[in-house]
C-alpha cells in the first residue's frame, strides 16, 4: 500500500525477502473492518470504540479514530482498484460479523467486516501487486535485507542480501518504510509463516530504535489442532459456536452479551481456563468450534434470529476454512466441529511510530528523518493491548497510506543522506560470523528452545518466576547463538540455511525484548495476562512500554503517556 | 512411522549435474506433511537441502514440487496418502531453470504474468454517495461469482510447469497467466477488455493450449485451469466476455 500510494510521485522499490505475493497479509481470512453501513446502522465513532475497547484503553485514542474514519475510504479505493469484495443483493460490497465489533447503542453485533469469502488477505495482497505492476513499482525479489543504514538522525537506506547469489546491495534511499511484518515464530504454536521472524524490527532495534509495547502478543483462540494454523473469527461472525469437551457453549459464561463475539484475548483465556480444568474434548488439549448447519441455525433460532443458513453457503462463505479442515486436520465442518486451540498470532507492539507512520526514537516522540513503519511490525498504536479482529488489515491499508504518502512527501523535499564509508560492513561481518561459525549448535536446537520456551513461559498466561526462568533461557540460547553456532551450507547461492540462521536471531533479539517487557509490566491488561497481578492498573500502568537496547546489550525501560481524546477508561465487559 | 524420502539435489557450487539423494527419517505422524519431511531432513540431517516455503499452510504459493511425479504443495500433502511405510520422490517442478535443489528460477514465470495485464482497468469516475464521498461500484452477485474461481490462484506454478506446451515452447504464456487474465477478462467492472482479448489471441498464448488437462489436476487450489482457458478461448471468438 506503501509503495503504491508513494509510486504515485516518486520513485520507488520493494526490497522483499519473498515474491510479493508470498507475504503472509496473504493468510489474512475473515475481512477488513469498515463502518460503510452497507447492511445495518453503522458509524465510524463505533468502529473508534471497539478498538480503544478491545485494545483495553491501552490504544492511542488519536490514531484509532483515524483507523475508523479513513478505513471507510480506504476500503472503497481497495474496490475501485478491483479486490473482489463479495457483494449484497444491492450489488454493494458484503460485511459480516467479527469479534468485537458492535453497535454501540444495542451492545449488539454489527456487520462491519468487508470479506472476498474467506481469502480477504489473499485478495487484498493480490490486488495491491496488480497495481503496483500497473504503477511501474520496482521489485527487488528475494532480497533480504539484513541492516539500517543511519546518518545522523536520518536514515539513510538498507543493506540487503539478493538471495540467489548471495551478493550483499546497498540501497541508498531519502525515505525508507519498514513493512516487514510480525515475528509468531518465537513461539511453538503459531498462525505465522515460517517467514515471519521480525527481520525488520529486528534490524531497527540493533540500530537503536526502541521497541513498544512488546509484551502485547495475541494469541488467536482458534488455531487449528495440531498445526496451529488460522481458523478465521469469520466462522463465528457467520454463527458457529465454541463448545467444550461436554457440548456446552462455555462463551456464555465469560461474555454473556455477546457470546463467541467477544475479543480474542478474551475468548483465549476462556479457553485456557476450560483446557486447565478439565473440559478439553476427550481430555486432549483442544476444544471444538462448530459450523455445522444445523448447529448453526439452532443457535441462531435460540437468538431470534430469522436468519437461516446451510451447506453451500458455508461451503462458499468459508471456503478456505473448509479446505484448511479437510486437509489439516482431515475434519469435514460440515458433519464434525473442528479441533482449535490457541495460537500465537499477532504483535500489537513493534517499531513505535506516529500517526503518521514516521518512526520515533523515543517516548518525546523525536521523529527519525526518513523512515516510516506500517503493518504489523509497526506500533501506532491503534491495538493497543489486544487487536481486534480485521483491524491489522485496516491498519496496514490506513497506516500503509499514510507512509507511503508521507514517505513521497519528505523524499520530495530531501536530498540523500551523506553515505557512511563501507556502509555494508558490519552486516557482512556478521553474515559471515555466521557462514563459518564452527561452534558445536546447530541453529534449530536453538529454535526449537526458544518456541518451547516462549510457549509454556510466556504464553496466554505468564507470571513473574516463569518470566524470570524464561528471560534466563532467552538471554542463554542469544550467548550460544553468538558463541557456539554452526550451519551446514557455508555456500553463497541461495543459501538457506544461514537465512535461517539469520532469521533466528532476529526471533531470539525479540524474544528477549517480549519476556522484559512483559515481566516488567505488573498488571494484566488486553493479551497481557499475569496470574501474579490479576488487576489492570490504569493508575500505574495506562502507559506505553518502550525498551531501548543499551550499547553493553543490556535493555533499559521508557514509557510514554497514553493518548486519551474522548473514551475515559472504564471497566472491560463483553 | 518411518519414511523414505528420495530427493534431487543439485548444488550450483559444488555439483556438475543433478543427483538423487535419499533420507530415511523416523517416528514421523500420519499428518505429517512432505514439507515437514523436508524440514526435518534439513534441520536434523543435512542443512545444505535448499527449499522455498512460508505460510506451510498451502495460501502464499512458495513451495511447488513434484511429489512422485505429480505437481503438488509440499505443505498440503499428508504423508499418510503415501501408505504404512510412505516412499517420496521430491524433485524441482518442471520447464523453469533450477537454481539450487528444489528451487527454480521463477523470473520467466512471472515474466508471462506480469505480460496479461494483470490488474484491474477502470478510469470511469467512481460512484459518489449521499455524504459527497466515493462509493464502490456496484456488481450484481452473479457478475461476481462470474470469476470467483480465478480469484484464489496463489501464482505457485504448479499448473504451469505440469503443461506439455509450455515444457515444449518456454514462450508460452502457460495457465497462471491465462487464469489471472479470466480474473479481468470476466469482471464486469473491469474497462480494458478488447485490449486483453487482443493480447491473448497472441501465437504464444491460449491458442498453445491443446487441452491437454494437466492443469486442472496440478492446481492446489482446485481452480478448474482448463476450464478457464476454454472461456478465454470463446472470448476471444465472441469478441465478448
Known sequence: MAALYASRSVKVAVVSKLYPTRSHTGAALGGIGAALGNEEEDRWEWHAFDTIKGGDYLVDQDAAEILAKEAIGAVIELEHMGLPFDRTKEGKISQRRFGGHTNNESGKPVRRACHAADRTGHMILQTLYQQCIKNNVAFFDEYHVIDAIMAGDRVAGVVAINIADGELHVFSAKAVVFASGGWGKCWETTSNAHSMTGDGASVLFRRGIPMEDMEFFQFHPTGLYPTGFLITEGVRGEGGVLLNGRGERFMEKYAPKIKDLASRDVISRAIAIELREGRGVKGKRYLHLDLRPDTINRYLAEAGETRRIDAHYIETKLAETCDQARTYAGVDPLSEPLPIQPTAHYAMGGIPTNVNAEVIANAAGKVVGGLYAAGECACVSVHGANRLGTNSLVDLIVFGRRAGLRAAEYAKGADFAPMPANPAREAEAELNRIRTANGKTKPQVLRKKMQSTMQDLVGVFRNGPDMEKALGIIRELRHTFKTDLSIDDRGHKFNTDLLEAWELGSLLDLAEVTTFSALNRTESRGGHAREDYEKRDDANWLKHTMVHRQADDSLSVEYKPVTITTYQPKERVY | ?241
Open chain 2, 1 to 241: 512411522m518411518d519414511v523414505t524420502m528420495r530427493i534431487r539435489r543439485y548444488n550450483p557450487e559444488k555439483d556438475k549435474k543433478p543427483y538423487w539423494a535419499t533420507y530415511e527419517i523416523k517416528d514421523c505422524e500420519p499428518t505429517n506433511r512432505v514439507l515437514d519431511m523436508l524440514h526435518r531432513i534439513k534441520w536434523e540431517q543435512d542443512g545444505t537441502l535448499t527449499l522455498r516455503r512460508s505460510c506451510a499452510q498451502g495460501i502464499c504459493g512458495s513451495d511447488a514440487m513434484r511429489i512422485n511425479g505429480r505437481n503438488r504443495l509440499a505443505c498440503k500433502v499428508l504423508i499418510e496418502e503415501f501408505g504404512e511405510r510412505p516412499k517420496i520422490q521430491v524433485e524441482p517442478i518442471l520447464g523453469l531453470p533450477v537454481v539450487k535443489d528444489l528451487v527454480v528460477d521463477m523470473e520467466p514465470f512471472f515474466d508471462h504474468y506480469r505480460s496479461v495485464m494483470p490488474y484491474m482497468v477502470n478510469d470511469t469516475p467512481a460512484p459518489v454517495g449521499a455524504d459527497g464521498q466515493p462509493r464502490e461500484r456496484l456488481q450484481t452477485i452473479a457478475d461476481r461469482e462470474r470469476f470467483d474461481d480465478t480469484t484464489k490462484c496463489i501464482l505457485c506454478a504448479a499448473c504451469t510447469t505440469s503443461c506439455p506446451s509450455f515444457w515444449a515452447n518456454g514462450q508460452y504464456i502457460g495457465p497462471a497467466a491465462i487464469v489471472q487474465a479470466h480474473r479481468f477478462i470476466f469482471d464486469s467492472r473491469d474497462q480494458a477488455l478488447e485490449q486483453r482479448l487482443e493480447l491473448l489471441s497472441d501465437e504464444n498464448s491460449v491458442w498453445r493450449c491443446r487441452t491437454i488437462y494437466n492443469c486442472t489436476p496440478a492446481c492446489p487450489r482446485g481452480i478448474e485451469v482448463t476450464r478457464a482457458i476454454g472461456e478465454v478461448k470463446l472470448a476471444i471468438q465472441k469478441g465478448d466476455r
